[in-house]
T-cell receptor, first 112, second 113 residues
Framework: NAGVTQTPKFQVLKTGQSMTLQCAQDMNHNSMYWYRQDPGMGLRLIYYSASEGTTDKGEVPNGYNVSRLNKREFSLRLESAAPSQTSVYFC???????????FGEGSRLTVL | TQLLEQSPQFLSIQEGENLTVYCNSSSVFSSLQWYRQEPGEGPVLLVTVVTGGEVKKLKRLTFQFGDARKDSSLHITAAQPGDTGLYLCAGHPGGGSQGNLIFGKGTKLSVKP
């Protein structure tokens, strides 16, 4: 069982470059989420999608955009990367609105 | 504002010792979740507590939700090296939206053989 799959696992960007992090889940979950994890800061929500066709901002949405492509896929785009966006990004999904989150393995992004 | 405060931030103990990790808040939570995260992986749910005063056991791990639903604790008996990892508590503040799942900063546990 694949669960939640994120690509790429590692990426190095230069300031100003753009990129998209891809996330797919095969559990037929309605809701999907993007978090970033920084040392000493814990997990912070960037954006989430309660269901296909909807997206909402989380705690730290500035500098990011998202697309809920279909029920399985939820992508996170950095239009103009900044060093402050160096982080580990996690995609997650859950079948119930307030239920257990299932996380991917993370994507480590470094912006130089 | 950090709604969920975890303590201690770091904990290094010997195999066989007992330990308790705390997750505290001034806010009421409808439920609290505990996750464990190993290096290079995403967090994995250990347990969800939903009722004030609730105690749940998972092998050597005991989870408690405070009577007022503002705090929780995780107690590990006879810790083993396999318990090493980052322990995160998370919860939805009472009345919060689906996306408002707040995470604590975590307790990094190291159990030495």
């Amino acid at each position: 069982n694949a669960g939640v799959t994120q690509t790429p696992k590692f990426q190095v960007l230069k300031t100003g470059q753009s990129m998209t992090l891809q996330c797919a889940q095969d559990m037929n979950h309605n809701s999907m989420y993007w978090y970033r994890q920084d040392p000493g800061m814990g997990l912070r929500l960037i954006y989430y999608s309660a269901s296909e066709g909807t997206t909402d901002k989380g705690e730290v949405p500035n500098g990011y955009n998202v697309s809920r492509l279909n029920k399985r896929e939820f992508s996170l785009r950095l239009e103009s990367a900044a060093p402050s966006q160096t982080s580990v990004y996690f995609c997650a999904s859950n079948p119930l609105a307030f239920g257990e989150l299932f996380f991917g393995e993370g994507s480590r992004l470094t912006v130089l | 504002t950090q709604l969920l405060e975890q303590s201690p931030q770091f904990l290094s103990i010997q195999e066989g010792e007992n330990l308790t990790v705390y997750c505290n808040s001034s806010s009421v939570f409808s439920s609290l979740q505990w996750y464990r995260q190993e290096p290079g992986e995403g967090p994995v749910l250990l347990v969800t507590v939903v009722t004030g005063g609730e105690v749940k056991k998972l092998k050597r791990l005991t989870f408690q939700f405070g009577d007022a639903r503002k705090d929780s604790s995780l107690h590990i008996t006879a810790a083993q090296p396999g318990d090493t990892g980052l322990y995160l508590c998370a919860g939805h503040p009472g009345g919060g939206s689906q996306g408002n799942l707040i995470f604590g900063k975590g307790t990094k546990l190291s159990v030495k053989p």
